[in-house]
């Protein structure tokens, strides 16, 4: 079984600001990584994934993670910030097998100032 | 394409009362998914049907049901609903397979049951 910890519910930053969102996994098997971005009231839009080879991942709006086997973790970067980016993050598992299915974190809330 | 609807958007129940939410999606996907999304625990698996004719449980199932009615389309049913399955719910669609493809997310079904 997977799980996955997100280790902030909250990040408050101001604009421009960098930005970190923590993410650790635990599983006995091989995963796929994912981060999603949840606008006010809207559905759930991919940022990014990890599924093999390079650890350093791009994904939209520039942002990227890196995948650390070592640490379990995942986390979530952004050198600058827009107060557009404000939404909430989830960092996601799934195994490798053929049911896709996915065990989200808690989700952290961003929360960008002016 | 409209990618993965819900209906309804909205929807308050009495406690004891049934409803169906329904998920369509156009994008000729093979699996489809239904996850419960509540403040603090993230989105949680209820059901999913990895191919036509076929359902399984994820990690919340109970208190739900769910018909794969056709390839398009994945309803979830509350038989007695209870305040504690007030939640937004949300349906999700991937082409399916062994090899990595995305899920994608229909904007939700915001429950509440009094």
């Known amino acids: 079984a997977q799980s996955v910890t997100q280790l902030d519910s909250q990040v408050p930053v101001f604009e421009e600001a960098p930005v970190e969102l923590r993410c650790n996994y635990s599983s006995s098997v091989s995963v796929y990584l994912f981060w999603y971005v949840q606008y006010p009231n809207q559905g759930l839009q991919l940022l990014l994934k990890?599924?093999?080879?390079?650890?350093l991942v791009k994904g939209i709006n520039g942002f990227e993670a890196e995948f650390n086997k070592s640490q379990t973790s995942f986390h979530l970067r952004k050198p600058s910030v827009h107060i557009s980016d404000t939404a909430e993050y989830f960092c996601?598992?799934?195994?490798?097998?053929?049911?896709?299915?996915?065990?989200f974190g808690q989700g952290t809330t961003l929360q960008v100032k002016p | 394409n409209a990618g993965v609807t819900q209906t309804p958007k909205f929807q308050v129940l009495k406690t004891g009362q049934s409803m169906t939410l329904q998920c369509a999606q156009d994008?000729?996907?093979?699996?489809m998914y239904w996850y419960r999304q509540d403040p603090g625990m993230g989105l949680r698996l209820i059901y999913y049907?990895?191919?036509?004719?076929?359902?399984d449980k994820g990690e919340v199932p109970n208190g739900y049901n769910v018909s794969r009615l056709n390839k398009r389309e994945f309803s979830l049913r509350l038989e007695s609903a209870a305040p504690s399955q007030t939640s937004v719910y949300f349906c999700a669609s991937r082409i399916g397979g062994g090899n990595y493809n995305e899920q994608f997310f229909g904007p939700g079904t915001r429950l509440t049951v009094l």
């Open positions: 994008m000729n996907h093979n699996s």
């Open positions: 996601a598992v799934s195994d490798t097998g053929n049911t896709g299915k996915l065990i």
């Open positions: 049907s990895a191919s036509e004719g076929t359902t």
């Open positions: 990890y599924l093999s080879g390079s650890t």
